[in-house]
């Protein structure tokens, strides 16, 4: 766990169910632009998702 950053409770709760983004982050990086970050939009967006 962070200790400097929140996280939220939901998240904990469904990692214990078995729930995550690992399907997610085999597409880390499609559609990314040449010398730009590939993997901050993506995963946040997969961590919304979860959390829907």
Known sequence: MCRASYINPRVVELLEEGRTIAP???RLGDGA?????ATQGPIEEAVLRLLA
Not at 33 to 37: S, Y
């Open 24 to 26: 997610d982050l085999d």
């Open 33 to 37: 632009a040449f010398g730009r970050p």
